[in-house]
C-alpha cells in the first residue's frame, strides 16, 4: 500500500499562487507516475498534470504555462506550483501514484478555492 498525503490547498485571489505537496509513504515503488487531477461538483474528475519517476511531465493544455510540476525521488515528495490562477481552476485537487502492475493510490483531496 502506498499512502498519499496532501497539503497545500486553500483560497486565493484570481492571479495568486499556491504549491501543493503530496508525499508518499508505504511500498513504493523505483519507477512511478505521480500527478495531479481535479474534480469540480457535477463534473469527471480530469488530469492537471503527471511527472515520471525520471522527471518527464505532462501538463493539461488549460495549465501550461502557469502550473509548473516536479518531484523529488529522494523523498517520495511531488510539488505543483500553480501560478496566475483563474476562477476556473477552483476545485478539488487529488494526488495520484501509480506503478506498474496496474496500482493505483489516491490522496484525499484539497481544496483550491479562486476568487475574490
Known amino acids: 500500500q502506498v499512502q498519499l498525503v496532501e497539503s497545500g490547498g486553500g483560497l486565493v485571489q484570481p492571479g495568486g499562487t499556491l504549491r501543493l505537496p503530496c508525499a508518499a509513504s508505504g511500498r513504493t515503488f523505483s519507477m512511478s507516475v505521480m500527478g495531479w487531477y481535479r474534480q469540480v461538483p457535477g463534473k469527471q474528475r480530469e488530469l492537471v498534470a503527471t511527472v515520471t519517476s525520471g522527471g518527464s511531465t505532462n501538463y493539461a493544455d488549460s495549465v501550461k504555462g502557469r502550473f509548473t510540476i516536479s518531484r523529488d525521488n529522494a523523498k517520495n515528495t511531488m510539488f505543483m506550483q500553480m501560478n496566475s490562477l483563474k476562477p476556473e481552476d477552483t476545485a478539488v485537487y487529488y494526488c495520484?501514484?501509480?506503478?506498474?502492475?496496474?496500482?493505483?493510490?489516491w490522496g484525499q483531496g484539497t481544496q483550491v478555492t479562486v476568487s475574490s
Open positions: 495520484s501514484y501509480s506503478a506498474t502492475g496496474g496500482y493505483e493510490y
